[in-house]
């Protein structure tokens, strides 16, 4: 069977993002929106170096800070803009939107973790595009476009259940790794060799104090 490529192009703003807080008729509480700063794009392929940012993501603090920080980095979560179409064009998100869609997802890990396939199976859906667009020597390449980056974590994340990987967290840096559940990696305890070599100089260095 053919392999079908994931491909999400994510446009950030370069400015970043800010709070908005906006009050609205019968709401004692004014909703804090993120808006984007509206400088200058830039493209990103963010699933191409991080394999397990959908775990990033899940792990965010319910703290508006926390998403401005992710934004900045990947761009807007549940919607997309780009210099074709500008930066706002009407679609924002607030941040209890973005609350829920972090939970949302932070839950189906921990199902996956627990091994309650069947919550998966029920709840799991990510909206996805299929396009054809040319491979770098000629022909075409059928590749699944998630709309939103939320989309392409969800994918991310979809892709991970089926491989049926496991979750790690690395022991000398604490990121998150993914191990085959049927290689050899399965045993793996560091996220690279740079950690592993870490690791195991720390431990020759404090085993050889006096
Ligand atoms: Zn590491």
């Not at 980095?73 to 549940?78: E, L, M, W």
């Not at 706002?88 to 890990?109: A, R, T, V």
């Not at 994340?157 to 290689?183: H, I, K, P, Y």
Request: proline fraction near 5%; aromatic fraction near 14%.
């Amino acid at each position: 069977m053919a392999t079908l490529e994931i491909n999400f192009e994510a446009w950030v703003d370069s400015h970043g993002y800010e709070l908005s807080l906006r009050k609205e008729k019968g709401r004692k509480s004014p909703i804090v929106w993120f808006e984007p700063k509206g400088g200058p794009f830039v493209k990103l392929s963010p699933l191409d170096f991080h394999s397990t940012l959908y775990k990033q993501f899940a792990d965010i603090p319910d703290d508006p800070d926390a998403y401005l920080d992710f934004m900045y980095k990947f761009g807007p979560i549940t919607y997309t803009h780009s210099p074709e179409y500008g930066h706002g064009w009407g679609e924002e998100e607030s941040f209890s939107e973005l609350k829920d869609s972090k939970s949302e997802l932070h839950e189906m890990i921990e199902h996956w973790r627990a091994g309650s396939l069947k919550y998966l199976e029920r709840d799991f859906r990510a909206g996805v595009e299929a396009k054809l667009k040319p491979y770098q020597n000629g022909g075409l390449s059928l590749r699944l476009m998630p709309r939103t980056l939320y989309d392409a974590l969800l994918l991310q994340f979809g892709q991970a259940v089926s491989n049926d990987r496991a979750l790690r967290a690395c022991q000398w840096c604490g990121a998150w790794f993914e191990t085959g559940a049927q290689s050899k990696r399965t045993s793996a305890r560091f996220c690279s060799d740079r950690c592993r070599t870490r690791f195991h100089n720390d431990r020759r260095l404090k085993g050889a104090k006096p």
